[in-house]
Antibody, heavy 119, light 108 residues
Framework: EVQVVESGGTLVRPGGSLRLSCSASGFTFSGSTIHWVRQAPGKGLQYVSGISSNGGNTYYADSVKGRFTISRDNSKNTLYLQVTSLRTEDTAVYYC????????????WGQGTLVTVSS | EIVMTQSPATLSVSPGERATLSCRASQSVGSNLAWYQQKPGQAPRLLIYGASTRATGIPARFSGSGSGTDFTLTISSLQSEDFAVYYCQQYNNWPPWTFGQGTKVGIK
């Protein structure tokens, strides 16, 4: 069974930083592209960032480029998102999402971790 | 960036009735279009990929159609568990992968 579990979300002040983690099991983690998608309270889904299976390619939404850094440790089946210079508009549930093996749709989603940016 | 536009924003349907949701892309995405269902307090779930292929475990009452810029998700006979928000997503031109703003299907 595929499992994706996010952690690290918390309350942080504007300008602050934190690191989100995503632990995965039930599939070949090292063979999968993984992404972060976020959802602000009461809003829709917004793409954040992604990383290829070997970490050689990374992808970012313009709104987070230069502030967020995605990385992975395939030996630990874990994905990370280092978020810095946080803004109130970054407040959201952050989902870790596995990309399908044969196309680029998103087939498995974690339950999300809440990041609240507030003074 | 490809902009995805869904309509209507809200759809009220009686149980057992048919629901038709639309999604339009600002430029062609071929058949690289997915649909997701999200219930309150839950993560989204993949329903349809490749514009028309049901994901594993998705009931046959869900069907997708379209290509290029215009797509449709049809729920043939709404069940109580189908009342949710539905999102379309293109994965033809990336990054970014882009989502529509969602259609909320509620009980009439």
């Amino acid at each position: 069974e595929v499992q994706v579990v996010e952690s690290g979300g918390t309350l942080v002040r504007p300008g602050g930083s934190l690191r989100l983690s995503c632990s995965a099991s039930g599939f070949t983690f090292s063979g999968s592209t993984i992404h972060w998608v976020r959802q602000a309270p009461g809003k829709g889904l917004q793409y954040v960032s992604g990383i290829s299976s070997n970490g050689g390619n990374t992808y970012y939404a313009d709104s987070v480029k230069g502030r967020f850094t995605i990385s992975r440790d395939n030996s630990k089946n874990t994905l990370y998102l280092q978020v810095t210079s946080l803004r109130t508009e970054d407040t959201a549930v952050y989902y870790c999402v596995k990309e399908r093996d044969y196309d680029r749709a998103f087939d498995y989603w974690g339950q999300g971790t809440l990041v609240t940016v507030s003074s | 960036e490809i902009v995805m536009t869904q309509s209507p924003a809200t759809l009220s349907v009686s149980p057992g009735e048919r629901a038709t949701l639309s999604c339009r892309a600002s430029q062609s995405v071929g058949s690289n279009l997915a649909w997701y269902q999200q219930k309150p307090g839950q993560a989204p779930r993949l329903l349809i990929y490749g514009a028309s292929t049901r994901a594993t475990g998705i009931p046959a009452r869900f069907s997708g159609s379209g290509s290029g810029t215009d797509f449709t998700l049809t729920i043939s006979s709404l069940q109580s568990e189908d009342f949710a928000v539905y999102y379309c997503q293109q994965y033809n031109n990336w990054p970014p992968w882009t989502f529509g703003q969602g259609t909320k299907v509620g009980i009439k």
